[in-house]
């Protein structure tokens, strides 16, 4: 080789150039180091030349990416208006027929009334799964709806079978059918809401459900545990999977009794 500083013929085995005396040590390392990355470049390029001649065959053969699945459609407006309507519909036709056959068939007593016009729109709200999926504030408004227009049914059957004003005249008849109203909207919201702390309740105890399941699953499987031990925790398992629904029911019925006392 070459010596670097003086440009002499030098032994490719010496380590100092019996010229200029400088070393070469270093110098025959960056010589093997350029070697090396000179044949890694080559051999590099001869795998990029390989895949460039294969890549077309490839991209022939390779089939399509698949599509991905389209998203679930919206509800359409028109499903939406009508469950809103049945919604209405049907507990304001309900209490109608009850305000008529208690009031004017019947003649029962007032309290059997106003039960009445609570226990329909609370269970109807209780009952109607489209009612536990809509937002608060809509509720309200279909609520505030029911109440208003039950009232109004109410007083158009006065008129027109016993003649008297569409409006109460006094402030006692107003003040009651003020309460009607309250206690329909009161109702038909809290049957609704009752019904969603019901449903998260019982999520609630799935939940823990699953996570006592576990733990008793842990600890029946670890070996350390002495025996005593896995049948306490197999009866608090027990405990709590009899104890959950109880629990759950109890609390959604003082939800609503709370709901409705406020």
């Known amino acids: 080789m070459n010596c670097p500083f003086c440009a002499e013929t030098v032994s490719n085995e010496a380590l100092v150039c019996k010229f200029c005396r400088h070393d070469l040590t270093y110098v025959k390392q960056l010589r093997v180091e350029l070697a090396e990355r000179t044949r890694r470049i080559a051999e590099l390029e001869r795998v990029l030349a390989t895949l460039g001649q294969v890549a077309p065959d490839l991209a022939e053969g390779t089939p399509p990416l698949a599509e991905p ?6 509800a359409p407006a028109w499903q ?4 809103g309507a049945l919604a209405l519909a049907v507990p304001l036709l ?6 008529y056959l208690f009031v004017f068939q019947w003649d029962l007593h007032a309290a059997l009334l106003r039960a009445a016009t609570t226990v329909i729109p609370l269970a109807w709200g209780f009952w109607f799964p489209w009612l536990h999926t809509i937002h608060v504030r809509t509720l309200a408004v279909l609520a505030v709806t029911l109440g208003v227009a039950a009232v109004a049914g109410m007083l158009y059957l006065s008129t027109r079978i016993d003649g008297v004003p569409f409006l ?20 038909l919201g809290c049957g609704t809401l009752a019904a969603r702390t019901l449903a998260a309740l019982r999520d609630r105890a799935d939940r823990m459900r699953a996570g006592y399941q576990s733990a008793l699953s842990s600890v029946r499987n670890s070996s350390r545990e002495p025996e005593k031990m896995t049948a306490q925790v197999d009866i608090l ?10 629990l759950s029911g109890a609390g959604a019925v003082l939800a609503g009794v709370l709901s409705l006392l406020k």
């Open 80 to 83: 939406s208006v009508a469950l």
């Open 69 to 74: 699945p389209p998203l679930p459609a919206a």
């Open 237 to 246: 398992g027990k405990l709590a999977e009899f104890a959950a629904p109880i």
């Open 168 to 187: 109460p005249t006094t402030a006692h008849d107003r003040w009651e059918t003020f309460q009607i109203a309250i206690s329909i909207t009161l109702a």
């Open 94 to 99: 309900l209490l109608l027929l009850v305000h």
